[in-house]
């Protein structure tokens, strides 16, 4: 299994803007009746961080039922995204900064403002691992107890 961490995680969100554009605002995130943005959309990875995963290595079929939040779709309780949760782990801090990429964009920001307020939530992320006594970067079965 492999594992999107702090070290990798900036890494993958500059890839997908850089295919994208700084520029770029799904549609989807501009219809405020409409559904949400989604992983995947025509067999094709949507949202941003759907592009990450699949910059990642998961198949666009692992995403398919993958629905809710980044922290839900890691999470059996809340998704049926087995097959994701089978390739991929996802460490507590590159949660949060994914989750602060999906939602600027969820709020009709362009890519380039997703990546600059996942750069910020990284920056704090990255400093709290470092500085801050029992703050690792794991994953939640690694290390239950952390305080994140």
């Not at 759907?50 to 039922?65: D, I, M, T």
């Not at 709020?107 to 403002?113: E, H, I, N, P």
Request: aromatic residues 4%.
């Amino acid at each position: 299994m492999k594992t999107i961490n702090l070290e990798n995680v900036m890494e993958l969100l500059e890839a997908a803007v850089e295919k994208k554009g700084r520029e770029y605002v799904d549609p989807d995130s501009l219809n405020p009746i409409g559904p949400p943005c989604q992983y995947v959309k025509g067999g094709a990875p949507s949202c941003i961080v759907g592009h990450v995963l699949v910059e990642f290595g998961v198949p666009v079929a692992a995403l398919e039922s993958a629905d809710g939040g980044v922290a839900e779709i890691f999470d059996p309780m809340f998704s049926d995204a087995e097959e994701l949760r089978e390739l991929v782990e996802l460490t507590l801090p590159a949660q949060r900064v994914l989750t602060a990429a999906q939602d600027a964009q969820d709020r009709g920001g362009s890519w380039g403002v997703s990546l600059d307020e996942a750069r910020r939530v990284h920056g704090k992320q990255v400093y709290r691992v470092k500085n801050v006594a029992g703050v690792t970067d794991t994953t939640a079965e690694e290390d239950e107890g952390a305080s994140l």
